[in-house]
């Protein structure tokens, strides 16, 4: 079973650039689709990003297409997800979450990390 582990969240001012990780505690084979997720608080858990492992072709959401980038180190089990000029709104905890596959989705996820919380003043 694989476990998922978020790190990398903080307090920052909007604009700036943040680096969130998520290392997995088996491996991530290509067989594996990656994902962001993100939960502001009073809403619903949001689709962020996604990457494939057998093609490396990622999936983003609409807020966030142009300033975030998904990426994965398989020899590391790991997926990084670099987020640029934040903004207040995207103050959230953000999720890792892992799912078998081969395309990059926003759906059918089943392994979830604990989250890291993001927050983003003005």
């Known amino acids: 079973q694989v476990q998922l582990v978020e790190s990398g969240g903080g307090l920052v001012q909007a604009g700036v650039s943040l680096r969130l990780s998520c290392v997995a505690s088996g491996r991530i084979s290509n067989t594996y689709v990656m994902g962001w997720f993100r939960q502001a608080p009073g809403k619903e858990r949001d689709f962020v990003a996604a990457?494939?492992?057998?093609?490396?072709?990622?999936l983003y959401a609409d807020s966030v297409k142009g300033r975030f980038t998904i990426s994965r180190d398989n020899a590391k089990n790991t997926v990084f997800l670099l987020m640029n000029s934040l903004k207040p709104e995207d103050t959230a905890v953000y999720y890792c979450a892992a799912r078998r596959g081969v395309s990059a989705t926003s759906r059918g996820y089943d392994l979830w990390g604990q989250g890291t919380q993001v927050t983003v003043s003005s």
């Open positions: 990457i494939s492992g057998y093609d490396g072709m990622t």
